[in-house]
């Protein structure tokens, strides 16, 4: 079974500090997506990487895949209180061609 | 374009009951997939339908099915209720769905507990 993990589970930081949240796995993954999700609402899409060693910046956020497509990071920088939320991270199997998630990183910004 | 739209976004069952879910995907999307999200297991992939036919299913047992009608609108439903089925129940349709390659949007969800 494909297993997508997440660390931290939780995080709490000042705002304007640094931050970086990763997801790892065993498994090699075709691509893999990150995901924002706010209470009462669904998970919202960031981005999805493709290459091993992809880099893609979305504003503050910094997404890279790591060179065996086995893992990714999240690195916010300066964070703010709009980036509270739960971030996840989804995983593409080619074998099963399904989404696996993991139970994402639920990141808190004191202002 | 109007969202993804769940119905209800509240429910409150009895251990035993069954309930269905309905999801409305995006206009022009023809892949609907559901997810059950709980606290201690995340999200966890149900079953996908694309052109009214399951395409793709998870690991839950038999009393979890689902439908897709012609005008791609979907229902989830869940028979013999359990304590362990309370959870969020998201849908999330795609223009075409079965990989991460297309992007997922996903609806806000239903709540369901049960007691």
């Known amino acids: 079974t494909q297993l997508l993990e997440q660390s931290p589970q939780f995080l709490s930081i000042q705002e304007g500090e640094n931050l970086t949240v990763y997801c790892n796995s065993s498994?090699?993954?075709?691509?893999l997506q990150w995901y924002r999700q706010e209470p009462g609402e669904g998970p919202v899409l960031l981005v999805t990487v493709v290459t091993g060693g992809e880099v893609k910046k979305l504003k503050r956020l910094t997404f890279q895949f790591g060179d065996a497509r086995k893992d990714s990071s999240l690195h916010i920088t300066a964070a703010q209180p709009g980036d509270t939320g739960l971030y996840l991270c989804a995983g593409d199997t080619p074998r099963d061609d399904k989404i696996i998630f993991g139970k994402g990183t639920r990141l808190h910004i004191l202002p | 374009k109007a969202g993804v739209t769940q119905t209800p976004r509240y429910l409150i069952k009895t251990r035993g009951q069954q309930v269905t879910l309905s999801c409305s995907p995006i206009s022009g999307h023809r892949s609907v997939s559901w997810y059950q999200q709980t606290p201690g297991q995340g999200l966890q992939f149900l079953f996908e339908y694309f052109s009214e036919t399951q395409r793709n299913k998870g690991n839950f047992p038999g009393r979890f099915s689902g439908r897709q009608f012609s005008n791609s609108r979907s229902e989830m439903n869940v028979s013999t209720l359990e304590l362990g089925d309370s959870a969020l129940y998201l849908c999330?349709?795609?223009?075409?769905?079965?990989?991460?390659?297309?992007?997922?949007?996903f609806g806000p969800g239903t709540r369901l507990t049960v007691l």
């Open positions: 498994s090699v993954f075709s691509s």
């Open positions: 999330a349709s795609s223009p075409a769905g079965g990989s991460s390659y297309n992007e997922q949007f």
